[in-house]
């Protein structure tokens, strides 16, 4: 049996985020510097809009979409002041317009995006503005999160914002150092916003308000590396990818079944492994207490070390819970916690028992 502590970064911080803890970073920025940085953003496509309205003045479809980009950018100042205001303004950009300044003002949001897809970029001249908006249009890449897998490095991040009146609070949280530096490193980056941010703290944090938020996004990425791909088999992780998705959609007794399935469907194989027979078509909790009978019958120490033993129950009690309606309701916590559980599992059954 291997020591969890030998796992790689993200399967480590999975098999036990109380012990681990997570990297944890508080910023502020001003609110003035994200509409200043949409605003200068606004002014330069408007200006390469209606260069080019000019020459579209013999072809109305085109001209009257050049104007209504126009408009839509008015509309977006007015809009208020948080991260994904930028996104949006940055998206809309790369559809309507195009040129040399415009790309250099956005381009570290844009190799951010790069950075957190894994699209390798070639090094010197600027890429075309398709190539950005291939990136910009990808599924799940978002600048600013809230939940950013980073499988490249090892990594995830979780960013939460908060708005008040004259500042925008984020807290970012990662698996290793590395995420929040290159997080950091970003903002650091960004025209207005850069020289408005302040660090107000940074320190690894144990709270489970903090780390099961970074959970989403770790799980994300650690079924995104080589290793996980190589050992868990396909099926377990289309239901980790599942049960992710329905996660971010707020269906958390939808997301509960699915990664209570991915846990019975792990002891069914453990049990016909173990005793070379088909595994009884029974409930999670139903089949765990019969492999621990059967290792009592069979004279063996327990299949499972006890803090295995929890993340089985705990999972099969959110399952409970989902599958009965009239139960009590039902949180995002429940859902992350199931999670967790059937992936620690997955964790403990495919790196550290064998």
């Not at 000019?54 to 980009?69: D, F, M, V, W």
């Not at 970003?186 to 944090?205: A, D, M, W």
């Not at 399952?319 to 964790?347: C, M, N, P, W, Y």
Request: aromatic share 10%; hydrophobic share 40%.
């Amino acid at each position: 049996m291997s020591d969890p502590q030998d796992l790689e970064p993200l399967a480590r911080y999975l098999y036990d985020p109380s012990r681990y803890g997570a990297k944890y970073l508080r910023i502020s920025l001003e609110t003035k510097a994200i509409r200043d940085f949409v605003n200068n953003l606004v002014e330069k496509v408007k200006i390469t809009t209606e260069e080019r309205a000019k020459r579209l003045r013999g072809i109305p479809t085109r001209l009257q979409k050049a104007q209504e980009s126009i408009e839509f950018f008015e509309e977006l100042r007015q809009r208020s002041p948080r991260l994904g205001l930028i996104t949006t303004a940055i998206q809309q950009a790369m559809d309507v317009a195009y040129s040399e300044e415009i790309m250099t003002y956005i381009k570290p949001v844009l190799d951010w995006v790069a950075f957190i897809g894994d699209i390798e970029l070639s090094e010197g001249r600027l890429p075309s503005s398709f190539v950005y908006r291939r990136i910009l249009r990808r599924p799940n890449i978002s600048p600013f999160g809230p939940n950013i897998p980073l499988p490249k490095i090892n990594d995830a991040l979780h960013i939460a914002e908060t708005e008040h009146r004259a500042i925008v609070v984020l807290e970012a949280t990662s698996v290793k150092e590395e995420g929040i530096e290159q997080f950091l490193t970003f903002i650091k980056s960004l025209p207005e916003l850069g020289p408005s941010y302040h660090v107000i703290s940074k320190k690894t944090q144990f709270s489970s308000r903090f780390i099961y938020d970074l959970v989403p996004a770790a799980v994300s990425a650690w079924i995104s590396i080589r290793s996980t791909i190589e050992c868990v088999p396909e099926y377990i992780l289309d239901y980790f990818i599942a049960a992710l998705r329905y996660l971010e959609e707020q269906e958390w007794r939808t997301s509960i079944v699915l990664s209570a399935i991915a846990l019975e469907s792990l002891l069914a194989e453990m049990f016909e492994e173990e005793f070379q027979k088909i595994a009884p078509d029974i409930p999670l909790g139903a089949l765990k207490d019969e492999i621990v009978a059967n290792f009592k019958s069979n004279k063996k120490s327990s299949p499972f070390p006890d803090e295995i033993s929890e993340c089985v129950n705990g999972t099969n009690q959110a399952r409970i819970a989902a599958v009965h309606r009239g139960g009590r309701q039902l949180s995002v916590k429940d859902a992350t916690e199931a999670l967790q559980g059937a992936v620690k599992f997955a964790i403990w059954h495919f790196f550290v028992r064998r």
